[in-house]
């Protein structure tokens, strides 16, 4: 089985995800009262398994169609390219998100920066990667800061992403559950990159 990722020290929380009736303006605003109270991630830690910093979290909703995840990043210095989809975000200020469903025998891996560019791909059994893959993720971005400059202070930035469920292949039925790892690297100018890590059990009711 494939490794999900993260420092040997990382705990897997377990979380119950909210159903959510209407739905949402993919925006990155996370501005429907429906966000507030919705489950969330651990802080994310890092190598050593103590609070990273900057800090980083991630907030869960689903309805019938879309799994909606929030993703918080603190960022001094905001840092991405626009690139063409399924380019190396990697190298930006950036998100990695590895889901796993009931059973599944892939990984499916969605990486978003904070331009709110997508790179996906399967990641088989075997370790071999599938980039053809589409995950038809939506993707709104929203931050307090100024993209790309390195004159100025930044504070932070917000991604808020809907991912099919029928793209993972999921029904979200009661019982069921997708194991999810989330790694959020910082791209400071002219420091090392820290990283940061959460992995959690998401149900659905």
């Not at 892939?106 to 370790?127: F, L, P, Q």
Request: proline residues 8%.
């Amino acid at each position: 089985m494939i490794a999900m990722g993260g420092p040997a020290c990382l705990a897997t929380s377990v979380l119950h995800v909210t159903r959510v009736s209407k739905p949402l303006k993919i925006d990155g605003e996370w501005n429907e009262p429906v966000w507030p109270p919705a489950v969330h991630s651990n802080t994310f830690v890092d190598k050593t398994c103590a609070p990273a910093r900057p800090f980083a979290d991630a907030h869960f909703l689903y309805n019938r169609r879309f799994l909606f995840i929030g993703l918080h990043a603190g960022d001094l210095d905001i840092r991405a390219k626009p690139r063409a989809h399924d380019g190396p975000v990697f190298l930006d200020d950036a998100f990695q998100l590895r889901l796993r469903p009931t059973g599944s025998r892939v990984v499916y891996e969605v990486d978003v920066n904070a331009a709110g560019v997508v790179s996906d791909a399967i990641i088989k059994d075997d370790h071999r990667i599938q980039p053809s893959w589409d995950s038809h993720a939506r993707v709104g971005v929203d931050m307090d800061g100024t993209l790309n400059d390195e004159n100025d202070y930044d504070e932070e930035w917000f991604i808020e992403m809907a991912i099919p469920f029928d793209s993972i292949g999921f029904k979200p039925d009661k019982g069921k559950f997708i194991d999810l790892y989330i790694k959020r690297c910082d791209r400071p100018l002219h420091r090392p990159n820290p990283c940061a890590y959460t992995r959690t059990r998401l149900y659905f009711k």
